[in-house]
């Protein structure tokens, strides 16, 4: 339980300076820590929301397939026209078209990692809550169950020193 309140006094000094350890341990015990983070809907902006969309397609199979499908037909079509081709090899009009779509998408799929990103900092930092809580009410009840087994075993020796004289006086 030392090493525990040692780690919970690490944890918590910036947040609770003027807590007591006990104080600490009852604000964890009556504190509800366990969130439904994963049904959380937050409110995005539109931007978001588009941002969101964008990175879930960009990151798929069918974009993958998609982008594959129209840069062969891009350069088939260009190819075949030959000499009335509205981008003649070595397609640079193409180029141009793939660097601003990478320039817009990159930001896009950012924006949308960092909304996972602090989600996934809120879920880690509510398992940590829990876990601390847990453990510590855990070596609670180990410290309760060691006092009673304590009790039982004066008791078992008082009931033991209490049979050794009632046989003595026999």
């Avoid at 339980?1 to 003027?18: A, F, P, Q, S, T």
């Avoid at 081709?85 to 640079?92: K, L, M, Q, V």
């Avoid at 949308?112 to 880690?124: I, L, T, V, Y």
Wanted: proline fraction near 2%.
């Amino acid at each position: 339980m030392k090493e525990n309140r040692k780690l919970l006094r690490e944890v918590l000094k910036d947040i609770c300076h003027d807590m007591t350890d006990e104080e600490v341990l009852n604000l964890l015990a009556d504190s509800k820590i366990s969130e439904n983070l994963a049904g959380e809907k937050e409110k995005y902006t539109i931007g978001q929301r588009a941002a969101d969309a964008i990175a879930k397609f960009a990151g798929s199979w069918a974009f993958i397939f998609a982008f594959t499908g129209v840069l062969i037909l891009w350069m088939l079509v260009n190819t075949l026209l030959a000499a009335k081709a509205f981008d003649p090899y070595p397609f640079i009009l193409l180029n141009l078209a793939l660097s601003c779509v990478a320039a817009i998408q990159a930001p896009l799929i950012m924006m949308s990692q960092n909304r996972q990103e602090e989600k996934d900092r809120r879920r880690a930092e509510n398992d940590y809550r829990v876990n601390l809580k847990t453990e510590i009410m855990i070596e609670d009840l180990y410290d309760k169950v060691n006092a009673i087994l304590a009790r039982q075993t004066s008791l078992e020796k008082q009931l033991a020193e209490e049979d050794g004289e009632s046989t003595e006086q026999k």
